[in-house]
């Protein structure tokens, strides 16, 4: 499976400085109008507008529209699934073409697949994908692990820890009435066909033009901007730039898991979100209990944030690596596709 990300060279999938400020600014308000992000970065609508166009058709980045499955009582699992050599790339490209998989991974020698998989409720009884893979030849084990907490990642990137924006453009980009992370007392929120078409069309697209949104799912234009208003405000939306793997120039990621003294794992969690290194963090089910997606230069360098930023952590028992060796799949239900 080849997406038109993976025609670009490594010349053209790299972002300049003007690029990257305003693939920052995306990731801070995936929805900002051009005259927002021009304010904030200190340039004229029509240059925004342009660098995003320039950028977005040459499959550098894009938008994407998501949810958080904790809002709509839906269930988040990591999925490991090793099988053999020959297998791997054939059975990550089916997971990929998945809409409940998400950040599909080959790892470890191309003998392990991860990804994140969406249940409609809290078991693993409620995938079919969940269900379905124990009994695919060639798959030598599964293990699923749901996601409890989520330290970083979710709707942030490690751009807002080192991008080129300053803390007052920053606050200029920042939407107001930030809602606040979910708790296990936080209510779901029910959604109706219309709301679902809406969310539907913003994860292929989260800069859909709002007539666009309503022509195609029959909605007034008012009650489009009224429910993405709305469901921002509920915390169900939010919105996620995605990168083409090589964009940040990135050559070493590796998944840590992390096993934490129970008493500990909150303020483990909390430290290992602060790292430039990581890019998503949350406590998981099974014996390690603190997952990490992690972003470096080099090998190396990996070596040092191992035996100097993990080994500080509180609570430390255990410490597992798998390097990741290609991403098929990033942060949207769908697979990107030229227009």
Not at 139 to 147: G, I, K, P, W, Y
Not at 199 to 215: F, N
Request: glycine share 6%; with cysteine.
């Amino acid at each position: 499976m080849k997406t038109y990300l993976d025609t670009l060279s490594r010349a053209d999938r790299e972002l300049s400085e003007e690029d990257l400020a305003l693939a920052h600014a995306l990731q801070i308000n995936g929805r900002a109008s051009f005259r927002e992000i021009a304010d904030a970065l200190g340039v004229s609508d029509q240059t925004a507008a342009r660098r995003w166009s320039r950028l977005r058709s040459a499959g550098k980045l894009r938008v994407l529209g998501l949810t958080d499955p904790q809002r709509l009582g839906d269930s988040p699992w990591v999925v490991r699934v090793r099988c053999t050599p020959d297998a791997a790339a054939s059975i990550g490209e089916a997971m990929a073409r998945r809409t409940d998989t998400t950040w599909v991974n080959l790892s470890s020698g191309g003998t392990e697949i991860s990804c994140s998989v969406r249940t409609r409720g809290p078991g693993m009884e409620e995938s079919p994908l969940l269900q379905k893979l124990p009994r695919t030849p060639q798959v030598v084990d599964v293990s699923a692990h749901c996601l409890l907490h989520v330290f970083f990642g979710q709707d942030l990137s490690t751009i807002n820890k080192s991008g080129p924006l300053t803390a007052a453009q920053v606050a200029r980009l920042t939407p107001s009435g930030a809602p606040e992370q979910a708790t296990a007392d936080t209510p779901w929120v029910t959604l109706d066909a219309g709301d679902r078409q809406l969310l539907d069309l913003l994860a292929r697209d989260g800069r859909a033009a709002p007539g666009e949104l309503a022509a195609t799912t029959g909605l007034s234009l008012s009650t489009v901007r009224r429910r993405i208003a709305e469901l921002r405000a509920a915390g169900v939306l939010y919105f996620d730039v995605e990168y083409h793997p090589d964009v940040l120039q990135r050559n070493f990621r590796a998944a840590l898991w992390l096993e934490i003294d129970p008493s500990r794992l909150a303020e483990a969690g909390e430290a290992l979100a602060t790292h430039p290194e990581v890019s998503f963090a949350a406590a998981v089910t099974g014996t390690a209990n603190l997952y990490a997606s992690i972003d470096v230069a080099t090998a190396q360098l990996f070596y040092r944030y191992l035996t100097e930023s993990v080994a500080a952590l509180p609570g430390l028992r255990h410490t597992a690596t798998v390097p990741i060796h290609r991403t098929l799949k990033g942060p949207g239900p769908y697979l990107p596709t030229r227009a």
